[in-house]
């Protein structure tokens, strides 16, 4: 009786617990660095590999998450991506939420932008992301060091 309450108990905590997202690199990068040679011959943007999320959709100039989903089977089931940060010199909790249209690639580029965040001497102190459905439950998170202290 004890193995089952104990499985029965294991199999609760597994389906309310989430899947985390791998944090690839964090780092500062210039519109330049989006630019794809496709993008020079045809003047169409790209994203490439990454789907790409930014607090600020005209500029490309920014501090940049780059994640890795864990599991392709929950992407279709995203419909947002939420995200929650603290700035230099304060303790206080910033949040933006994206849309997101049929979220199909696994790397995912999540992006601080705008001229707030276009020098390189700014970056968020700490920060979470989240991958959530319809009903506003995650699927996959990832956060920075900083935000489980």
Avoid: C
Avoid at 112 to 130: D, L, R, Y
Wanted: proline residues 1%; hydrophobic residues 40%; aromatic residues 10%.
């Amino acid at each position: 009786m004890k193995q089952l309450f104990a499985l029965l108990t294991l199999l609760a905590l597994a389906a309310t617990t989430h899947a985390e997202l791998a944090v690839i690199s964090t780092e500062h990068r210039d519109a330049d660095s989006f630019k794809r040679v496709s993008e020079y011959l045809t003047g169409k943007h790209s994203d490439g590999r990454y789907a790409v999320f930014r607090s600020d959709e005209s500029s490309r100039d920014g501090f940049y998450i780059s994640l890795l989903a864990d599991d392709r089977s929950t992407l279709s089931r995203v419909a947002q991506v939420r995200v929650q940060f603290v700035r230099k010199g304060t303790q206080e909790i910033d949040s933006f939420a994206l849309s997101t249209n049929d979220l199909k690639k696994k790397r995912i580029l999540v992006g601080f932008t705008g001229a707030e965040w276009a020098s390189e001497s700014q970056h968020p102190v700490a920060w979470k992301i989240e991958l959530l459905d319809a009903s506003g439950a995650p699927l996959e998170s990832a956060q920075s060091f900083l935000w489980s202290e």
